[in-house]
């Protein structure tokens, strides 16, 4: 079995399609971290003795642990979101499990870079075999990659397809379908 590359592997790699990835700002987290220091300094100043107090100085704590878990989450290495720079289009993330019996069909499409074929390929809820797509609303690029089911983990078993034009917009229609 071949080793290829993981889709996040290959946007990350990506020079020449202009896939850059934008770092969510972390002004909302700090808002709420602000809002939560306040409530907590408004429980024990202004309402000081009064039953109100603890109530809201455990509020005032809990909004700041939750805006400090969101401002590590948003300021982490992973985080941000991967952007289409031609268009500004956000790559989203889909996970498509199909029949285990279309896998080779999805591999012969994939391969004689028939991507009308794709539409005929039945979804399941649950399957050993998944398809990892990122791609844009509008339908301007799509990548996809074929991943099958080794005990423990899902590994590809096909390369990395970057799809624009027609055959984006057919795997787009494939997605929301």
Same mark, same amino acid.
Request: charged letters at 25%; one cysteine or more; a positive charge.
């Given at each position: 079995m071949e080793n290829f590359e993981r889709i996040e592997e290959k946007i990350q790699n990506m020079k020449d399609e202009k896939i850059i990835k934008v770092k969510s700002s972390p002004f909302g987290s700090i808002i709420v971290i602000i809002a939560g220091i306040l409530i907590a300094i408004l429980g024990l100043t202004i309402f000081k003795g009064a039953s109100l107090t603890p109530l809201l100085v455990v509020t005032g704590a809990v909004i700041i642990i939750v805006g400090v878990i969101y401002l590590v989450m948003k300021t982490s290495k992973n985080s941000g979101d991967y952007i289409y720079e031609p268009t500004g289009g956000k790559l989203k993330k889909y996970k498509i499990y199909?029949?285990?019996? *279309?896998?080779?069909? /999805?591999?012969?499409?994939?391969? *004689?870079?028939?991507? *009308?074929?794709?539409?005929?390929?039945?979804?399941? /809820?649950?399957?050993?075999?998944? /398809?990892?797509?990122?791609?844009?609303?509008?339908?301007?690029?799509?990548? #996809?990659q074929l991943l099958e089911y080794i005990?423990?983990?899902?590994?590809?078993?096909?390369?990395?397809?970057v799809l624009h034009?027609?055959?984006?917009?057919? /795997?787009?229609? #494939?997605?929301?379908s």
């Amino acid at each position: 079995m071949e080793n290829f590359e993981r889709i996040e592997e290959k946007i990350q790699n990506m020079k020449d399609e202009k896939i850059i990835k934008v770092k969510s700002s972390p002004f909302g987290s700090i808002i709420v971290i602000i809002a939560g220091i306040l409530i907590a300094i408004l429980g024990l100043t202004i309402f000081k003795g009064a039953s109100l107090t603890p109530l809201l100085v455990v509020t005032g704590a809990v909004i700041i642990i939750v805006g400090v878990i969101y401002l590590v989450m948003k300021t982490s290495k992973n985080s941000g979101d991967y952007i289409y720079e031609p268009t500004g289009g956000k790559l989203k993330k889909y996970k498509i499990y199909i029949d285990t019996s *279309n896998a080779r069909k /999805m591999i012969s499409c994939i391969t *004689n870079k028939d991507f *009308n074929g794709v539409k005929t390929i039945k979804k399941t /809820m649950d399957s050993g075999c998944l /398809m990892e797509i990122r791609g844009t609303d509008d339908g301007s690029i799509f990548l #996809f990659q074929l991943l099958e089911y080794i005990p423990h983990d899902f590994v590809p078993s096909s390369p990395v397809i970057v799809l624009h034009g027609e055959d984006a917009k057919i /795997m787009l229609d #494939f997605v929301k379908s």
